[in-house]
């Protein structure tokens, strides 16, 4: 079990271009979330799959956001024509269906300049 | 829908020496409590949680954390700090209805950089 594993740590991009991190779960994990920490903030839930199902999606996440979950194991979120505001930490996290406790990733930390 | 106040955004505190870090929460149903640590450039890790049972949860590296409903709050304590406990936590709740098919949406609150000097 390696955990959640999130690529790539730390991206820096010019505003307007997209962008595109993944996220691997833990592999008997179902559940799969993403959420945005901004600095001097806790993580805000943005959405949220079961299997490859996209369930909830956070008020949060404009229309230059998407995220998929092809076939229910690893989760990408893009992001089209970056802002400066959506500089933050993005995690990922997984959790068991029926469990509680959610595991998180590293983080992947976008800049845009 | 719920919310969750950490009042400290920073506690500094000596070596050996007690702490407490903060939270209250606001919840019209009953939640899952929890508190996370996150060190610098890292993600979250899941210090101790609160499901049920005992109201005083402790974790293996000596925090602890007692759960209040009368005062809605869960703040957590360690009686001795070790310079490797500086790291910012955050206290999270998650309500017992969760999301369309089960899974379970953390609430943060703002977060509690505790910072362990010499």
């Known amino acids: 079990d390696t955990g959640v594993s999130q690529d790539p740590r730390h991206k820096i991009t010019k505003r307007g271009q997209n962008v595109t991190f993944r996220c691997d779960p833990i592999?008997?994990?179902?559940?799969l979330y993403w959420y945005r920490q901004t600095l001097g903030q806790g993580p805000e839930f943005l959405t949220y799959f079961q299997n490859e199902a996209q369930l909830e999606k956070s008020r949060l996440l404009s229309d230059r956001f998407s995220a998929e979950r092809p076939k229910g194991s690893f989760s990408t979120l893009e992001i089209q024509r970056t802002e400066q505001g959506d500089s933050a930490m993005y995690l990922c996290?997984?959790?068991?269906?029926?469990?509680?406790?959610?595991?998180f990733g590293q983080g992947t930390r976008l800049t845009v300049v | 829908a719920q919310s969750v106040t950490q009042l400290d955004s920073q506690v500094p505190v000596f070596e050996e020496a007690p702490v407490e870090l903060r939270c209250n929460y606001s919840s019209s149903v009953s939640v899952y409590l929890f508190w996370y640590v996150q060190y610098p450039n890292q993600g979250l890790q899941l210090l101790l949680k609160y499901l049920s049972g005992s109201t005083l949860v402790e974790s293996i590296n000596g925090f602890e954390a007692e759960f209040n409903k009368s005062q809605t709050s869960f703040h957590l304590r360690k009686p001795s700090v070790h310079i490797s406990d500086t790291a910012e936590y955050f206290c999270?709740?998650?309500?017992?209805?969760?999301?369309?098919?089960?899974?379970?949406?953390?609430?943060f609150g703002t977060g509690t950089q505790l910072k362990v000097e010499l």
């Open positions: 592999s008997e994990h179902n559940r």
């Open positions: 996290a997984s959790s068991l269906g029926g469990g509680i406790e959610a595991f």
């Open positions: 999270a709740v998650s309500d017992l209805s969760g999301l369309t098919g089960g899974g379970n949406k953390l609430t």
